[in-house]
């Protein structure tokens, strides 16, 4: 099994391999944008930087992952260090976000990428985390209980339009229990 593992934005100067991330997502859903393009990388790394000072984010300080396995990039991830300064961010967002390449869902990964991330909070010194998702995403909701998160509430957001994402749920996680007690399912 090759090495599973995240890494900082600034440590991903490859553009070949972010444009397979790209390709994986446009060959799933053709619909799709990416967020970040070779046209604008320069301004994607200036912008993550930038975030994890919390310019330009409503003062939340975040930090971009890339999500590897062996030398391919399977998913991303952050973490946000303050969400308590912007309101929304606290109750609908929390510590913690990642997605996982359409061609690799249902696997296990995006399990293992929170795993990763709770982690890597605690390597920053926090013990506990919040992690928020949609009422309606089942996969999130089973990665969340997976790695030890304790339901605290359901949320109705009254500005969204999109019934989809009207209920948010809130977890919060011990991260040194979670850190414990993970068991990867990884196939
Ligand atoms: C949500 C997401 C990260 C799941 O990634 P993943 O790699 O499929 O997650 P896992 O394989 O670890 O799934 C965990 C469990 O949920 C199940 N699952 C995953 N997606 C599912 C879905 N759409 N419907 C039902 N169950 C699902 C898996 O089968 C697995 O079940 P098991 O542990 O009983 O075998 C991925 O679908 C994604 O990137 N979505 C878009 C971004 C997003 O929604 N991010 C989360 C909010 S921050």
Not at 48 to 72: P, R, S, T
Not at 160 to 169: A, Q, S
């Amino acid at each position: 099994m090759k090495e599973l593992y995240i890494l900082e934005d600034k440590y991903m100067t490859d553009f070949s391999k972010i444009d397979e991330y790209n390709k994986d997502f446009h060959d799933n859903f053709p619909d799709w944008k990416p967020f970040v393009t070779k046209e604008n990388f320069e301004n994607f790394l200036k912008e993550v930087e930038e975030k994890k000072q919390g310019i330009g984010n409503d003062g939340v300080k975040e930090i971009f992952y890339w999500f590897m396995e062996g030398d391919k990039i399977i998913g991303a991830g952050g973490i946000r260090l303050n969400p308590e300064v912007d309101e929304r961010t606290k109750i609908y967002c929390g510590h913690i976000f990642y997605q996982i390449v359409p061609s690799k869902r249902k696997q296990g990964y995006g399990t293992i990428l929170c795993h990763l991330l709770l982690k890597k909070m605690q390597e920053l010194g926090f013990k506990e985390a919040i992690i928020t998702c949609f009422d309606t995403n089942k996969g999130s909701i089973k990665i969340i209980e997976q790695n030890s998160g304790e339901f605290i509430e359901k949320i109705y957001d009254i500005e969204e339009k999109n019934e989809r994402f009207k209920i948010t749920r809130r977890y919060k996680v011990n991260i040194e229990k979670s850190l414990k007690n993970f068991k990867s399912k990884r196939r």
